[in-house]
């Protein structure tokens, strides 16, 4: 089936991509995919996908098995900045993966629940001893007002039920409770003059929801939240090739740049 109207907010939408399905709210600002998941084996789907992605963690699951360092990087590292300097004491973690962040809070004074749908991925931490299970993000129906902060690196993208996610999250949170994530910033296709349809980062069905700046300040108004910090990566990651990755760090010098990928606090309200 197709959206009529916004799927967070009731407002009107309009073609925003035909080669990639996705409509534009005129009053929230979301774009996002105009089918929603009816006709979609979509548990299936994401069984797929997430088999194939697994692989690219490979290394870095065999370096927490060894008990070594793994850094976070940097796109998490910056979200992680914010949130603890609050010194939240009960963390959850939407999407956990393989354990970054479980593993990154070990030693700091926190307690720590990661929630992860992929079986095989959750046991994998528990078998390292961190607290992850096997949930998506419906298990904070579980946790009324429990936690200082709620997690969710490069997830809300690929949630058709997107508004009920930020309802359950909000209602999660403690009040002053934090939610912090990142996403892809649907802005960087900004930075190709001669784009056309293309997105620069997956599309439908694998990502759904496609966010800017603008976009995540009309939803956390929307849901209650308050902006406590939202930026957008201000350097390039690398490229293929140096003259790619010197024509866009010209687009930083010149102050047209589009980074890949937002960083965001919200504040429960």
Same mark, same amino acid.
């Given at each position: 089936m197709k959206y009529t109207s916004c799927k967070i907010c009731g407002g009107p939408i309009h073609e925003e991509n035909k080669t990639n399905e996705l409509v534009k709210c005129s009053s929230c600002k979301l774009t996002f995919y105009e089918s929603d998941f009816t006709d979609i084996d979509i548990a299936a789907y994401y069984k797929s996908v997430y088999e194939t992605e697994y692989t690219n963690f490979n290394n870095a699951e065999k370096n927490l098995n060894k008990g070594e360092d793994v850094r976070i990087g940097y796109n998490k590292g910056q979200v992680m900045k914010q949130v603890l300097k609050h010194h939240p004491k009960k963390i959850g973690e939407i999407g956990a993966g393989i354990g970054l962040i479980a593993n990154f809070l070990r030693n700091k004074q926190v307690d720590y629940s990661g929630f992860e749908p992929v079986a095989h991925i959750?046991?994998?931490?528990?078998?390292?001893?961190?607290?992850? %299970?096997?949930?998506?993000? %419906?298990?904070?129906?579980?946790?009324?007002?429990?936690? #200082?902060?709620?997690?969710? @690196?490069?997830?809300?993208?690929?949630?058709?039920?997107?508004? #009920?996610?930020?309802k359950l999250i909000h209602a999660a949170l403690k009040p002053g409770g934090r939610f912090g994530f990142t996403v892809p910033n649907y802005d960087k296709r900004l930075n190709y003059a001669e784009r056309g349809d293309k997105i620069y980062q997956s599309g439908p069905p694998l990502h759904v929801n496609f966010f800017t700046k603008e976009s995540i300040e009309k939803m956390a108004d929307l849901f209650n939240f308050k902006v406590d910090y939202l930026t957008v990566r201000a350097f390039p990651e690398s490229q293929k090739t140096k003259k790619k990755l010197l024509r866009?760090? %010209?687009?930083?010098?010149?102050?047209?740049?589009?980074?890949? %990928?937002? @960083?965001?606090?919200?504040?429960?309200?």
């Open positions: 959750a046991e994998s931490g528990a078998q390292r001893g961190l607290n992850i %299970t096997q949930a998506d993000f %419906t298990v904070l129906a579980q946790y009324p007002s429990v936690f #200082d902060t709620l997690l969710a @690196f490069e997830v809300i993208e690929h949630l058709d039920n997107l508004a #009920d996610c930020i866009l760090f %010209t687009r930083v010098f010149l102050g047209n740049f589009h980074g890949s %990928t937002i @960083f965001c606090v919200l504040r429960k309200d």
